[in-house]
Protein backbone atom coordinates (compact mmCIF):
# COMPACT_ATOMS: atom_id res chain seq x y z
CA UNK A 1 0.00 0.00 0.00
CA UNK A 2 1.22 3.44 -0.82
CA UNK A 3 0.71 6.62 0.74
CA UNK A 4 2.58 9.69 -0.25
CA UNK A 5 2.21 11.23 3.01
CA UNK A 6 5.11 8.72 4.18
CA UNK A 7 6.68 10.69 7.29
CA UNK A 8 5.86 10.51 11.01
CA UNK A 9 7.34 13.08 12.90
CA UNK A 10 8.25 11.92 16.74
CA UNK A 11 7.00 14.87 18.82
CA UNK A 12 9.42 13.62 21.28
CA UNK A 13 8.77 16.72 23.84
CA UNK A 14 8.89 17.06 27.00
CA UNK A 15 6.79 20.47 27.43
CA UNK A 16 3.19 20.38 25.65
CA UNK A 17 3.80 24.15 24.25
CA UNK A 18 7.02 22.44 22.61
CA UNK A 19 5.38 20.17 20.96
CA UNK A 20 2.72 22.21 19.32
CA UNK A 21 4.77 25.08 18.54
CA UNK A 22 6.71 22.37 16.19
CA UNK A 23 3.36 20.60 14.73
CA UNK A 24 2.45 24.81 14.50
CA UNK A 25 5.85 24.60 11.65
CA UNK A 26 4.47 21.84 9.95
CA UNK A 27 2.09 20.76 7.06
CA UNK A 28 -0.37 17.97 7.84
CA UNK A 29 -0.83 17.34 4.16
CA UNK A 30 3.11 16.77 4.15
CA UNK A 31 2.88 14.58 7.59
CA UNK A 32 1.29 12.47 10.46
CA UNK A 33 2.70 13.02 14.11
CA UNK A 34 3.51 11.07 16.68
CA UNK A 35 3.06 10.89 20.17
CA UNK A 36 4.58 9.01 22.66
CA UNK A 37 4.66 7.77 26.06
CA UNK A 38 6.35 10.66 27.50
CA UNK A 39 3.72 13.21 26.10
CA UNK A 40 1.17 11.08 26.50
CA UNK A 41 1.61 10.83 30.45
CA UNK A 42 2.49 14.53 31.05
CA UNK A 43 -0.67 16.02 29.14
CA UNK A 44 -3.06 13.02 27.83
CA UNK A 45 -5.87 13.02 25.42
CA UNK A 46 -6.25 16.98 25.58
CA UNK A 47 -2.94 16.85 24.19
CA UNK A 48 -3.87 14.79 21.39
CA UNK A 49 -7.09 16.55 20.75
CA UNK A 50 -4.79 19.87 20.52
CA UNK A 51 -3.21 18.52 17.88
CA UNK A 52 -5.85 16.58 15.91
CA UNK A 53 -7.74 20.37 15.73
CA UNK A 54 -4.42 21.65 13.81
CA UNK A 55 -5.29 18.60 11.18
CA UNK A 56 -2.97 16.32 11.67
CA UNK A 57 -3.77 12.60 12.39
CA UNK A 58 -1.58 11.03 15.17
CA UNK A 59 0.19 8.06 15.49
CA UNK A 60 -0.10 7.14 18.93
CA UNK A 61 2.39 5.53 20.20
CA UNK A 62 1.95 3.71 23.85
CA UNK A 63 3.36 -0.01 23.26
CA UNK A 64 0.64 -1.58 24.85
CA UNK A 65 1.73 -5.25 26.46
CA UNK A 66 -0.76 -6.64 29.20
CA UNK A 67 -3.31 -9.18 29.32
CA UNK A 68 -5.93 -9.33 26.72
CA UNK A 69 -8.67 -7.83 28.57
CA UNK A 70 -6.86 -4.85 29.69
CA UNK A 71 -5.44 -4.36 25.80
CA UNK A 72 -8.91 -4.75 24.73
CA UNK A 73 -10.45 -1.69 27.02
CA UNK A 74 -6.98 0.14 26.42
CA UNK A 75 -7.37 0.22 22.08
CA UNK A 76 -11.07 0.77 22.21
CA UNK A 77 -10.37 3.69 24.09
CA UNK A 78 -7.50 4.77 21.92
CA UNK A 79 -10.01 4.66 19.29
CA UNK A 80 -12.16 6.39 20.49
CA UNK A 81 -9.79 9.06 20.71
CA UNK A 82 -9.69 8.89 17.26
CA UNK A 83 -6.24 8.45 16.59
CA UNK A 84 -5.09 7.18 12.78
CA UNK A 85 -2.52 4.86 14.19
CA UNK A 86 -0.96 2.59 17.23
CA UNK A 87 0.75 0.57 18.51
CA UNK A 88 0.98 -2.77 20.43
CA UNK A 89 3.82 -5.53 21.18
CA UNK A 90 3.91 -8.60 19.08
CA UNK A 91 5.56 -10.18 22.64
CA UNK A 92 2.31 -10.22 24.38
CA UNK A 93 0.88 -13.07 22.23
CA UNK A 94 -1.49 -14.18 19.92
CA UNK A 95 -4.85 -13.40 22.57
CA UNK A 96 -3.37 -10.02 23.02
CA UNK A 97 -3.54 -9.19 19.89
CA UNK A 98 -6.43 -10.97 19.10
CA UNK A 99 -8.13 -8.66 21.56
CA UNK A 100 -6.67 -5.75 20.10
CA UNK A 101 -8.45 -6.29 17.04
CA UNK A 102 -11.61 -7.18 18.79
CA UNK A 103 -11.80 -3.76 20.22
CA UNK A 104 -12.07 -2.27 17.09
CA UNK A 105 -14.26 -3.90 15.54
CA UNK A 106 -17.29 -3.06 13.60
CA UNK A 107 -16.22 0.98 14.07
CA UNK A 108 -16.21 3.22 11.20
CA UNK A 109 -13.06 4.73 11.25
CA UNK A 110 -11.12 1.99 13.17
CA UNK A 111 -6.81 2.73 14.14
CA UNK A 112 -4.50 0.55 12.37
CA UNK A 113 -3.12 -1.64 14.69
CA UNK A 114 0.94 -1.82 13.98
CA UNK A 115 2.68 -4.41 16.81
CA UNK A 116 6.46 -3.55 17.52
CA UNK A 117 8.73 -6.80 16.76
CA UNK A 118 12.14 -5.91 18.50
CA UNK A 119 13.12 -2.13 19.42
CA UNK A 120 15.81 -0.37 17.08
CA UNK A 121 17.76 0.37 20.19
CA UNK A 122 18.34 -3.31 20.80
CA UNK A 123 20.91 -5.70 18.92
CA UNK A 124 21.17 -9.26 18.66
CA UNK A 125 23.73 -9.63 22.13
CA UNK A 126 20.82 -7.81 24.05
CA UNK A 127 18.36 -10.52 22.88
CA UNK A 128 20.86 -13.10 24.45
CA UNK A 129 20.63 -11.14 27.49
CA UNK A 130 17.05 -12.24 27.62
CA UNK A 131 17.56 -15.35 27.18
CA UNK A 132 16.28 -15.35 23.07
CA UNK A 133 19.17 -17.06 20.96
CA UNK A 134 17.68 -16.25 17.72
CA UNK A 135 19.28 -13.22 15.77
CA UNK A 136 17.07 -10.16 15.76
CA UNK A 137 16.15 -10.51 12.27
CA UNK A 138 14.66 -14.08 12.88
CA UNK A 139 13.16 -12.88 15.59
CA UNK A 140 11.38 -9.92 13.95
CA UNK A 141 10.16 -12.26 11.14
CA UNK A 142 8.54 -14.77 14.01
CA UNK A 143 7.02 -11.46 15.60
CA UNK A 144 5.77 -10.09 12.44
CA UNK A 145 4.23 -13.38 11.27
CA UNK A 146 2.53 -13.85 14.61
CA UNK A 147 1.11 -9.93 14.15
CA UNK A 148 -0.29 -10.77 10.24
CA UNK A 149 -1.92 -13.99 11.79
CA UNK A 150 -3.84 -12.28 14.49
CA UNK A 151 -5.21 -9.61 12.94
CA UNK A 152 -2.86 -6.46 12.70
CA UNK A 153 -2.60 -3.87 9.98
CA UNK A 154 1.29 -3.96 10.34
CA UNK A 155 4.65 -4.43 12.64
CA UNK A 156 7.08 -1.58 13.56
CA UNK A 157 10.60 -2.68 12.63
CA UNK A 158 13.42 -1.25 11.26
CA UNK A 159 14.44 -0.59 7.72
CA UNK A 160 16.80 -3.46 8.12
CA UNK A 161 14.27 -6.29 8.24
CA UNK A 162 11.63 -4.93 5.68
CA UNK A 163 13.62 -6.57 2.78
CA UNK A 164 12.99 -10.13 4.17
CA UNK A 165 9.53 -8.55 5.87
CA UNK A 166 8.15 -7.65 2.51
CA UNK A 167 9.46 -11.30 0.86
CA UNK A 168 7.22 -12.99 3.81
CA UNK A 169 4.18 -10.83 4.26
CA UNK A 170 1.45 -9.93 2.59
CA UNK A 171 1.97 -7.07 0.04
CA UNK A 172 -0.32 -4.60 2.16
CA UNK A 173 1.13 -5.61 5.55
CA UNK A 174 2.40 -1.60 6.61
CA UNK A 175 5.90 -1.62 7.77
CA UNK A 176 6.41 1.22 10.04
CA UNK A 177 10.21 1.94 10.35
CA UNK A 178 11.52 3.83 12.73
CA UNK A 179 15.79 4.73 13.21
CA UNK A 180 15.36 6.41 10.03
CA UNK A 181 17.99 9.24 9.56
CA UNK A 182 18.95 11.60 6.26
CA UNK A 183 22.27 11.44 4.78
CA UNK A 184 24.89 13.15 7.53
CA UNK A 185 22.51 13.09 10.60
CA UNK A 186 23.45 11.56 13.62
CA UNK A 187 22.42 8.01 15.06
CA UNK A 188 22.20 8.84 18.22
CA UNK A 189 20.95 5.85 20.60
CA UNK A 190 19.44 4.20 17.15
CA UNK A 191 21.70 1.60 16.32
CA UNK A 192 19.71 -0.32 13.65
CA UNK A 193 19.14 3.08 11.28
CA UNK A 194 19.15 3.66 7.53
CA UNK A 195 18.18 6.57 5.56
CA UNK A 196 14.80 7.93 4.62
CA UNK A 197 15.69 6.76 0.56
CA UNK A 198 16.91 3.70 1.47
CA UNK A 199 14.19 2.86 3.67
CA UNK A 200 11.36 3.26 1.25
CA UNK A 201 12.71 0.99 -1.48
CA UNK A 202 13.49 -1.78 0.95
CA UNK A 203 9.71 -1.58 1.28
CA UNK A 204 9.01 0.68 4.09
CA UNK A 205 5.47 2.23 4.35
CA UNK A 206 6.16 4.86 6.92
CA UNK A 207 8.93 6.33 8.58
CA UNK A 208 9.26 7.68 11.76
CA UNK A 209 11.40 10.75 11.86
CA UNK A 210 12.42 12.41 14.74
CA UNK A 211 15.66 14.55 16.09
CA UNK A 212 17.06 15.30 12.29
CA UNK A 213 13.46 17.29 12.06
CA UNK A 214 12.51 18.34 15.70
CA UNK A 215 15.96 19.91 16.19
CA UNK A 216 16.36 21.36 12.74
CA UNK A 217 16.30 25.19 12.55
CA UNK A 218 13.36 24.89 10.18
CA UNK A 219 11.36 22.31 10.52
CA UNK A 220 9.33 22.43 7.64
CA UNK A 221 12.57 23.01 5.25
CA UNK A 222 13.89 19.98 6.35
CA UNK A 223 10.63 18.01 6.33
CA UNK A 224 10.56 19.18 2.70
CA UNK A 225 14.87 17.92 2.04
CA UNK A 226 13.69 14.70 2.88
CA UNK A 227 10.66 14.15 0.82
CA UNK A 228 12.97 15.75 -2.07
CA UNK A 229 15.33 12.93 -0.86
CA UNK A 230 12.79 9.93 -0.76
CA UNK A 231 11.67 11.61 -4.89
CA UNK A 232 14.97 11.91 -5.94
CA UNK A 233 15.60 7.96 -5.40
Known sequence: MKDSNCIIVALDFEERQQALDLVRELDPSQCRVKVGKELFTRF???LVREIQALG?????????????NTVNKAVRAAAELGVWMLTLHASGGAAMLQAARDAVQGMDHPPLLVAVTVL???????L???GIERSVEEQVQRL?????????????????????????????FLLVTPGIRPT?????DQK??????????????????????????????????????????
Open 120 to 126: TSLESSD
Open 44 to 46: GPD
Open 128 to 130: AVQ
Open 56 to 68: FEIFLDLKFHDIP
Open 144 to 172: ASLAQGNGMDGVVCSAAEAVSLRKLLSEN
Open 192 to 233: RIVTPADAVQSGSNYLVIGRPITRARDPHLKLSEIQAEILAN
Open 184 to 188: GANAD
